[in-house]
């Protein structure tokens, strides 16, 4: 198959979404298809070179910034014009597309191509419209968002495609009360598990590890303050915050306030070697999101033997099966995580015995292995049912 996917933020510096989609596309070059990508360019960013695999980067270029508006308005004009270009070249089979404005470049060209779309919908905002207010109150981030996020959502859930890919059951809930017609399919995130073997550590230290970018659904701020309590009990424990984004001068000043500069360590964005060291090492990871779509970092723990205590979202359940390889609390119950955090920390065995489930876990619900031969069922049944 020739496959166009349209992405803004091709990069492992992205987000968790933003991260299994480029899998999903380098694997499926990895799998002998020609893949040809379009996405921003993007600073402190290498192409790993894949035989079959070519990325097309476009203007305006980001540096891991949150793209503004007239970034994706310049996106979106920018990628139709390299998406016609391609497409008249090469014998595209299917597009696949991933969130809001690449979903919109997607159905443009499928339309004008009579070629298959597949859209990607991680998670639905539009449900709780209260994010929508907070999103667009944070540094650097325009105020029009507010209006524009919830209209451009409900917009590219409304799109006809031939399949709308999610990651979660409760996506899959929230995609359908949107658009009863579109014929949804869930896919879960996943990774090679391989990849991460050289990582592996049987150490527990004294610490936890929060990954995520620094915006107001991550929920930081309430986890900087639930730690502040497990520091009454275990005055030498740590928090390592490894992650960017436009909370970060918020959060410093937090820490700062509360002098927890000997407990809590910004790390800033990694997704090399230190975050997968750090990672190995901890008790655990800890994840207080206010919304989900499918914790790709949880995964990512899973697969160093790490136990992860979440948001009780939704999505939780798909991912935790409480007290097996983790806990689901809500993110709000500042007394719960403090006691769980805890129980982590003081409960080594424990801490072990969870990791040990989390890892099995992974390796049977989570394998992109066996993941990307889904993908390339769907596009097949797809090119087969547009055939009859």
């Known amino acids: 198959m020739n496959i166009l996917y349209i992405t803004q933020w091709f990069s492992s510096e992205g987000g968790g979404g933003e991260v299994v989609f480029m899998n999903v596309a380098r694997g ?3 799998k002998g298809h020609k893949v040809d990508v379009i996405s921003h360019i993007l600073s402190n960013t290498v192409d790993e070179q894949i035989h079959g695999l070519k990325i097309h980067r476009i203007n305006p270029k980001l540096r891991n910034q949150l793209p503004s508006i007239s970034d994706n308005f310049l996106f979106m004009i920018r990628s139709l014009i390299e998406g016609i270009r391609i497409i008249r070249k090469n014998k595209i089979d299917l597009i696949h597309s991933n969130n809001f404005i ?12 009579n070629i298959p779309l597949v859209t990607t919908i991680h ?13 667009a109150k944070q540094e650097g981030v325009s105020i029009f968002s507010k209006i524009l996020g919830p209209f451009l959502e409900k917009m590219t859930i409304k799109i006809n495609a031939d399949a709308v890919h999610t990651v979660s059951k409760a996506t899959y809930d929230d995609v359908k009360k949107i ?3 579109s014929k949804v399919v869930i896919i879960t995130n996943g990774l090679y598990p391989e990849k991460y073997l050289g990582y592996f550590s049987e150490e527990f230290k ?5 990954i995520g970018r620094l915006v107001f659904y991550k929920n930081v701020n309430f986890l900087i303050n639930a730690f502040t309590d497990v520091l009454e009990k275990i005055p030498d424990a740590k928090l390592i915050i490894i992650g960017d984004g436009p909370l970060k001068n918020e959060l410093y000043e937090l820490v700062t306030h509360n002098h927890l500069e000997k407990n809590i360590f910004f790390i800033g964005f990694n997704d090399g070697d230190k975050k997968f060291e750090l990672l190995a090492n901890s008790t655990a990871l800890v994840q207080p999101s206010l919304a989900e779509g499918s914790s790709m970092v949880a995964i990512e723990a899973f697969a160093l033997g790490k136990p992860v205590i979440m948001s009780n979202l939704k999505c ?5 099966v409480d007290g097996i390889n983790g806990f689901t609390i809500p993110p709000d119950d500042q007394k719960q995580w403090t006691e769980k955090i805890i129980m982590l920390l003081t409960d080594k065995m424990q801490s072990k015995e969870l990791g040990k489930n989390a890892q099995k876990r992974m390796i049977e619900k989570f394998n992109l292995n066996v993941l990307l031969n889904e993908f390339e069922l769907l596009y097949k049944d797809i090119l087969n049912d547009r055939k009859t």
Not at 102 to 113: A, D, N, R
Not at 123 to 135: A, I
Not at 316 to 320: D, R, T
């Open 28 to 30: 499926m070059a990895k």
């Open 102 to 113: 690449s979903v919109i470049v997607g159905k443009t060209l499928s339309k004008i191509f």
């Open 123 to 135: 998670y639905v905002y539009y449900q709780t419209p209260e994010l929508w207010d907070k999103w």
């Open 179 to 181: 658009n009863k017609k």
């Open 206 to 210: 004294n610490y936890i590890v929060f």
């Open 316 to 320: 939780s359940n798909e991912l935790i």
